[in-house]
Every structure is written in structure tokens, then in C-alpha cells.
Antibody, heavy 120, light 112 residues
Framework: EVQLEESGGGLVQPGGSLRLSCAASGFIFSDYYVDWVRQAPGKGLEWIGRSRSKAYSYSTEYAASVKGRFTVSRDVSKNSLYLQMNSLKIDDSAVYFC???????????WGQGTRVTVSS | DIVMTQTPLSSPVTLGQPASISCRSSQSLVHSDGNTYLSWLQQRPGQPPRLLIYKISNRFSGVPDRFSGSGAGTDFTLKISRVEAEDVGVYYCMQATQYPLTFGGGTKVEIK
């Protein structure tokens, strides 16, 4: 079964750091783009970052709101995607999802999400 | 950034009746490769989003045929031919034609 599972969320103070993980299973992880999307409490979806496939050297893209603070990386040996979040702000509080991108540029597989709360 | 505007914000529907959601983009979603990367997602309460439609009108695997997508350029529509109780949730359009990817604000479908 194709699956993504996020972990690593929690409570962190403003200015702090957190690393989220996304464990992939059931598909060839290196062949796919995998993105991070977040959802603030009661709000809509916001795309925040991307890791391209091996064919594109796992290169990355970021939303302006997180560029310079967040870093997306992969450990292919562990079939895992990561989101390193630094200089966290209260507005970064959200449920963070990882999602797999199809060849048709749509998100066909989503994890259940992990909640991040930034608060003093 | 491409702004995606969905209407209505909320759609109370009687079971068995149709529902329609509109999504308008601030610029054309036609990619230089000729494709239009507009998809629709459903998010049931407490669940992650689920892909319904990709590239305007292609139904994803396992999605009931009461869901259909249409449109072109900057105007797109998701239709549910006969709403069922399991269709309750928030629906999002999303464009992947240009970075950053952007989503519509969501339309809540609820039963009258």
C-alpha cells in the first residue's frame, strides 16, 4: 500500500526549531516529487516546499513565506523526507502534510499530518 | 503568485441534489507544455485532503463518477451530480502550473 506518514510535530517557542519527518512506503520514493503543505487551524491549504525526484537531483523549491527559514531534504536510504524549520513564528502553527505529486502535477497521496504549535 | 478564488464559500445542498463549485484563477493556468494543471481536492472533517480531479477533468482512481470537472484558461468548475452524505467536507481547487503552487480558499459542502 502506498503511504506517507508524518512525525515530529509538537510545541515549540517562537524563534525555535523543529524537524518534521515524512516516511514513505509502497512506492519507489526516489522516482517522485514529494511536497510539504500546511494548514493553519481552521484555515485552508498552503504549499510550502518541494523535493524533486532523483532525476532532478532532489532539487528543492520553497514558498516565499518560508524561504530561508525552512529546508526540505531527503534520506533515500530511509525512504524519508524532512522539513527542517528554523526561526519559527506563531504564524507557522499548522498541521503539516507531506504529499506525493503525480506525473500530472496533482497530489495523489497524503499523509495524516503532524501538528506544529508555535507558542510561548 | 496566482490567486485562486472559489465560490461559493459554503454550499448547503439537499441529499440527491446537484452541487457546483466555481474556481477562478488570476491568470491563465495553461502551461507552456499545453497542459492545464488544475486539480480538485476533497477534505472530509478531520482527514487529509483527497485527490478527486486532475488536469481539469480527469477523475482520479476510485473517485465516483458523480464528480466531474470542467473549464479552461482561468475558469473551472467542479460538479457533484447527486450529493451523498459522504460528500460533506471542504473542496479545494489547486493550480500547479506555476510556482508557488496555490490553492483556492475552499468551499464547504454541507447537507441542508
Amino acid at each position: 500500500e502506498v503511504q506517507l506518514e508524518e512525525s515530529g510535530g509538537g510545541l515549540v517557542q517562537p524563534g525555535g526549531s523543529l524537524r518534521l519527518s515524512c516516511a514513505a512506503s509502497g512506492f519507489i520514493f526516489s522516482d517522485y516529487y514529494v511536497d510539504w503543505v500546511r494548514q493553519a487551524p481552521g484555515k485552508g491549504l498552503e504549499w510550502i516546499g518541494r523535493s524533486r525526484s532523483k532525476a532532478y537531483s532532489y532539487s528543492t523549491e520553497y514558498a516565499a513565506s518560508v524561504k530561508g527559514r525552512f529546508t526540505v531534504s531527503r534520506d533515500v536510504s530511509k525512504n524519508s523526507l524532512y522539513l527542517q524549520m528554523n526561526s519559527l513564528k506563531i504564524d507557522d502553527s499548522a498541521v503539516y502534510f507531506c504529499a506525493r505529486l503525480t506525473r500530472d502535477d496533482a497530489f495523489d497521496v497524503w499523509g495524516q499530518g503532524t501538528r506544529v504549535t508555535v507558542s510561548s | 503568485d496566482i490567486v485562486m478564488t472559489q465560490t461559493p464559500l459554503s454550499s448547503p445542498v439537499t441529499l440527491g441534489q446537484p452541487a457546483s463549485i466555481s474556481c477562478r484563477s488570476s491568470q491563465s493556468l495553461v502551461h507552456s507544455d499545453g497542459n492545464t494543471y488544475l486539480s480538485w481536492l476533497q477534505q472530509r472533517p478531520g482527514q487529509p485532503p483527497r485527490l478527486l480531479i486532475y488536469k481539469i477533468s480527469n477523475r482520479f482512481s476510485g473517485v465516483p463518477d458523480r464528480f466531474s470537472g470542467s473549464g479552461a484558461g482561468t475558469d473551472f468548475t467542479l460538479k457533484i451530480s447527486r450529493v451523498e452524505a459522504e460528500d460533506v467536507g471542504v473542496y479545494y481547487c489547486m493550480q500547479a502550473t506555476q510556482y508557488p503552487l496555490t490553492f483556492g480558499g475552499g468551499t464547504k459542502v454541507e447537507i441542508k
